[in-house]
Structures are given as structure tokens and as C-alpha cells.
């Protein structure tokens, strides 16, 4: 089962406004890109066109793995405002 | 503006049993959530052991909404397509009150909102802190989303990711080696089928934990809860570790291939995924939060990174609730001394060194440094497995004696300078 499809059994009450967001000229610099393969629900991934990471922040399960994954502390990273983002039914 | 005692930054476990004390004896005492309601946004894995929380408000917990009483402890080491599974039960698993129950976050921690609510305590769902507010050095309140909130003491119980701790300066971003990532789904199955198929009779749970081929090299492991009427199944990885690895693959394949092992496979058939969640789960080390105080400022539970990994057994909440109800105690008597200062809040740490929470932390200090090693994970499970195999595989010629097919593996595996360090290892958990 991929990660979107489990992502779509969740609740969640999604901001339009994004509360991680990537600095691209510090992103860049970055080898390994570990936020490509710790996020557990695949979110992040590289836009083709323009070769920068791009993050899905609506699945974000607020786990936080890549704020710690980050090497060189790129992502502006907090979590959603009040009220928004995954609603945990069960925990 | 009004003022509070103490204002909790999370309705988890360590910042609601807090407030709870607090409310008990007549504290302005206000929560602010995040999340809809206590819960909404916490995970475990699992299981809550009662008796080191019988000195803290034991009548509280006997009334909580608990899952299943763990009756039965089992442990699979998982080599590349062949298993080996210990199982232990104990008639003192079963005694009342409970040794341990499983238990689902969501439910547990808006059960115990209402109890501090009922003791007078304030809880604000879907407000975030985003600062915490300063004056002279000292942290005298919290900025929640616009709006700034006044307190004598603020305690930071806002998890592992803690960025309140990070905010009081009383620690960097957690570095990777001091986190895991766990993911987990929550599948539903009929409680007569999770009795009949782990061999339970109405009540009682199990409690499985995986190490082994599922996360080959990496500190990690997998497990398997009973709740009433769902399993938790979940899958932890060191991020450091994982980080180091260079993987090709990504946290959630790792765990789909766990899943697929016909070791899970048969245990959670024609169960219903009904939710999926991941969180951070605090690894310790030598030193999680050196001083988990400030001046104004109290960290408690996963935020001040109290939570052990014994290998067989993974522990948190039980070091939340007891450090949430030590944080009570230093508040209170630092009202009556009218003293918020780190020196005098400094107590909760010694209230914290003369309980279990420290002396546990203590004991396993080095824990981590053993469970890191990546034969652990690597080559024991699969040595064990390939052993098993030529115990009980009888092929086409003749077969060769028990004893020495024992002594051949015992001679390669563990007779070697490699298998003695490990084992001095060891000696730390």
C-alpha cells in the first residue's frame, strides 16, 4: 500500500498556508537529501523541472523526523496553527 | 491580561498529569493543545506499565480507559525468510492490579483532560504555542498564536521534538542519534479474533516486539499490540541511523516489507486499517536533557527526552506521568516560597533523581551505545535463524548429529573476538 493511499484513511483539517517550508538556497547545497527517504508519508520528493525539493505539507503527520534529518537546518519548520493539520482518532 | 500559576504548553501525559496536580490543589493551572482535543496529535506504541505509577495518583489510573492487561510478552527474531519466536506468560501478568495494558493515546489523554477539567483545571484545544515569552533572562509566559499568556512557571510538555526546550535554551535542535522515527497503523479486528488468534481470553493482550531482517544493520525493530478491538502495529527506526545507512529505500517501504513477513501477515489478516500515524520517540543517550529547568520553566516527559529503550522493552509514558507529577510538586512549593527562579525550581530535578524515572534513566545510561550496534539487528538474528534451519531441516543424505551442528555455529558466531565485545556490550542494558 503506498503512503498516499494510507494518508487518504486519516483526518485531517489542512491551513492554506504552509507550515514547513523549504529554503532552497540552503536545500541545494545538501548531498544526500535525507527528507526524500525518512518521511514516513513520502512527501517529499524532487520537482523534475526544476531540480528543488518540493514538500506535500498537507499529508504531514507532524512526526518532526525531518526537521531532525536535516543537516544543514533548511526547512523553516513548525507545526500547523491551532486547530489544523492530522486529527488522531486512535494514537 | 490574566495571570496563571502555571501554564502547560500540551495535553499529553507529563503536561496533563501537571495540571492535574496542580488543579487539585487549587492552582490556576490553563493547558493549551494544539490539536482538537488532548490527544488528537499523540501516539504510542503501545503499552503503559502501571506499578512504577502506583506512588502517583493510583486511583486516577485504575479508572483510565485501558485496552488490553498484557499477559503474554513474545519476541520474533526475524532472519531473511525464517524466524525465531520466543514467547513468556506469567500468572503475575495477570494479578490485579495490572502489571501493564496497552492502551491508544487519543482516548487515553482526552479521558484524563476531562479529569484535570474536573479539578478545576483550564484546557485550550486548538491553540499552539509559538514563543515563550522573556523578561530579564527569566521565561515569565507563552505567546500562543497572537495572543500572550502570563504565568509564574511554564511547563514544556510539547514532546520529543520539544521546541519549547529548544526556545528556553536548555538544548540545540535533538540531534539525530537522540531520535526515532516510528510509524504505525492501527487495524481493526473483531475482539474474538484477536482473543482466538494470539491465544487470549477476554481482557488480556499481548505485547510483540520484532527485531531482526525487518531493519537489517539498523537500530530499530518492529511491534505488535493488542487493543480491545485493534491491533497497533509499528515499526521504529533510529534516525541517525537510518540517515547513515545511505538508504535506498524509504521509511514507509521498510515498513511495508515488514508488514508483507508471513510472520505479521497471518496476525493481521482481514483487519481493517482504519488509521496511520508516525511520531517521534525520544532514544536518550548519555545525556537527553542535562538540566530539564529554567528560570520560569519546567520540561517534562518526552520534551526533556525521558524515555528508555531496554531492547526488550521500549518505556516513556510511565516517565511522562511521574515527571509531570514531580513538576507539580517543585510548583507548588515554589508558590508557597514565592520562588520561580532555576535554583529553587532545580528540585524537580532532584525530585526526579530520587525516583524511579532518574534512577531507571541511570541504570540504562549506556543502553543506546549496545542497542546501536548493527549485529544486533545484522548478523545475530540471521546467525540464529541459519542455525535453526540446520537443527530442523532433514534433506535428501544423512543427517548430521545435533550437538555438533550446535558447536560448528556456536564456534563461528560467538566463539570470536567480535561476539566478546558485544557481549561485554551487552552488560549495559
Known sequence: MDPAAKLSIDIFKNDQEAHIVIRQ????????????????GGLYS???????????????????????ACPLGALAWSYPRGGFGVQYRYG | M?????????????????????AQEGMQVLVLERGDHPGSKNVTGGRLYLRPLRPY????????????????EVITMLGEGSSLTMQFTSDKFRESPAHSCTILR???????????????????????????MKEDNRIVGVVAEGEEIRADVVIAADGALSLMAEQAGLRGPLAPRHAAVALKEVIRLAPEVIEERFGLTPGEGAAHLFFGAVTPGLFGGGFLYTNRDTLSLGLVLGIESFIKSKPTTETHQIFEAFKGRQEIAHLIKGGELIEYSAHLVPEGGTSPLAKPFGDGILVVG?????????????????????????????????????????????????LLKES?????????????????????TGFYPQWVCQLGEQ??????GPKERIFSILWKGVRQGLLNLAALKDLLMLRRI
Open chain 1, 46 to 68: 524532487v520537482n523534475k523541472e526544476t531540480g528543488e525539493v518540493v514538500i506535500e505539507y498537507k499529508g504531514c503527520l507532524e512526526c518532526g523526523s525531518c526537521r531532525v
Open chain 1, 25 to 40: 538556497e540552503i536545500c541545494r547545497r545538501c548531498e544526500h537529501k535525507p527528507c526524500l527517504r525518512i518521511c514516513p
Open chain 2, 106 to 132: 487519543s482516548s487515553f489523554d482526552k479521558w484524563l483532560g476531562e479529569r484535570v477539567k474536573e479539578k478545576g483545571g483550564f484546557i485550550v484545544p486548538q491553540r499552539r504555542v509559538v514563543d515563550l
Open chain 2, 356 to 376: 524511579f524515572v532518574q534512577k531507571d534513566m541511570e541504570t540504562f545510561r549506556h543502553s543506546l551505545e549496545a542497542l546501536e550496534n548493527p549485529r544486533i
Open chain 2, 57 to 72: 495518583l493510583p486511583e486516577l489510573w485504575e479508572a483510565a480507559p485501558l485496552e488490553r492487561q498484557v499477559t503474554k
Open chain 2, 302 to 350: 518526552d520534551a526533556a527526552g525521558l524515555a528508555l529503550n531496554m531492547g526488550i522493552t521500549v518505556r516513556g509514558m510511565e516517565f511522562a506521568i511521574a515527571s509531570g507529577y514531580m513538576a507539580a510538586q517543585t510548583v507548588k512549593r515554589a508558590k508557597e516560597k514565592g520562588d520561580f527562579s532555576a535554583s529553587f525550581l532545580a528540585l524537580y530535578q532532584t
Open chain 2, 391 to 396: 537443527v530442523f531441516w532433514i534433506g535428501e
Open chain 2, 2 to 22: 490574566e495571570r496563571f500559576d502555571a501554564v502547560v504548553v500540551g495535553g499529553g501525559l507529563g503536561g496533563l498529569t501537571c495540571a492535574y496536580c496542580l
